[in-house]
């Protein structure tokens, strides 16, 4: 079996990259042919070094893909976009070799928890993606002129079938859309955004644990959706299957704060850092809570009320800003 991953990131979250790939590699032991693929969008030369020993000195493979400088492979569109970063892993069927029909995707705000054979060896031969369903608003769908009906899956983790993406020239129909996208300036403006309004009829669903987003700490099934006013999602069973044995744990943004920011309740906060001290980033200084003062008030109320009483304030005025 030969695994292939793939990273994107900056020069600001390598540190997080690093930690992800340290995870992925202590458990899963038993595949001891990893190639990680990772997209460069302004990672330092220090960097990139230190990435390439780490992943060496656990014989693992690496290549590095300088998204600057690859402007001759994926084209002259996307290099006109402000936050490039944001639709870099959009490109992976041309930044990587077409010897590889697929590869997992991960963001780096992540660790993995658990073995990714069973994930690596679904067929996706029929669909262009394969991930979970995300936790969203309907207006995020109907930005982007998706039915309300279809599951919009979080972009943190995926299977992409990057052979079926070059086969029907994919990427033409992503920068078209995209053309128009951003002219539009829609609000919810990502790749993500992007994969579900073009795709969600090639996705396979994957069960929540492999991407188990921060909510399925907090919250249970009904309470997720009466607060993302959804009408269907997971049900209990598979929520609590996904927090007890996460394969995929993915930091998003929600009612308390990340692992690498001081004082961080999430429940996994001590994995992040274990693995963390494990990398060339040890030394990583933890940020400090810059969440806006509207989204720390949510995040005291929801830690101090009720449930109940938690969504009355809440429905009276939602502050801006992600709330997952």
């Known amino acids: 079996m030969n695994l292939h991953i793939a990273l994107s990131s900056d020069e600001n979250y390598t540190p997080f990259m690093a930690t992800a790939i340290i995870s992925v590699i202590e458990n899963n032991i038993d595949i001891p042919d990893i190639t990680f693929h990772i997209i460069s969008v302004g990672i330092s030369k220090e960097s990139q070094g230190k990435m390439k020993d780490m992943i060496a000195a656990n014989n693992r493979k690496c290549i590095i893909y300088d998204f600057h400088s690859s402007q001759d492979i994926v084209g002259e569109f996307i290099f006109g976009v402000s936050k490039i970063n944001k639709y870099a892993r959009l490109y992976l069927p041309k930044l990587l070799p077409e010897t590889v029909?697929?590869?997992?995707?991960?963001?780096?705000?992540?660790?993995?928890?658990?073995?990714?054979?069973?994930?690596?060896?679904?067929?996706?031969?029929?669909?262009?993606?394969?991930?979970?369903?995300?936790v969203v608003f309907e207006r995020h769908k109907t930005s982007i002129n998706m039915p309300v009906n279809c599951k919009y899956i979080n972009s943190g983790m995926l299977i992409f079938n990057l052979k079926k993406f070059r086969e029907e020239n994919s990427l033409d129909r992503v920068e078209e859309f995209?053309?128009?996208?951003?002219?539009?300036?829609?609000?919810?403006?990502?790749?993500?955004?992007?994969?579900?309004?073009?795709?969600?009829?090639?996705?396979?669903?994957?069960?929540?644990?492999?991407?188990?987003?921060?909510?399925?700490?907090?919250?249970?099934?009904e309470q997720i959706m009466t607060i993302y006013r959804m009408?269907?999602?997971?049900?209990?069973?598979?929520?609590?299957?996904?927090?007890?044995?996460?394969?995929?744990?993915?930091f998003t943004p929600s009612f308390i704060t990340r692992p690498w920011v001081k004082g961080s309740r999430h429940p996994l906060t001590k994995k992040f850092l274990m693995y963390l001290n494990k990398t060339p980033w040890k030394d990583f200084e933890l940020k400090k809570d810059n969440r806006t003062f509207n989204v720390k008030l949510v995040g005291i109320l929801f830690n101090l009320l009720p449930f109940s009483i938690f969504l009355k304030v809440l429905n009276i005025k939602r502050p801006k800003g992600n709330i997952k």
């Open 231 to 250: 009408k269907s999602y997971y049900n209990d069973e598979a929520l609590q299957r996904a927090v007890d044995n996460p394969v995929f744990v993915h």
């Open 101 to 134: 029909d697929k590869v997992i995707y991960m963001d780096c705000d992540a660790i993995v928890l658990g073995s990714l054979k069973k994930l690596w060896e679904i067929k996706i031969d029929k669909y262009s993606f394969a991930g979970v369903e995300d």
């Open 178 to 221: 995209m053309k128009s996208y951003i002219k539009r300036k829609v609000k919810y403006s990502n790749d993500q955004a992007v994969i579900n309004a073009l795709f969600y009829k090639e996705f396979y669903i994957l069960p929540p644990e492999y991407n188990c987003i921060t909510p399925y700490y907090l919250m249970n099934s």
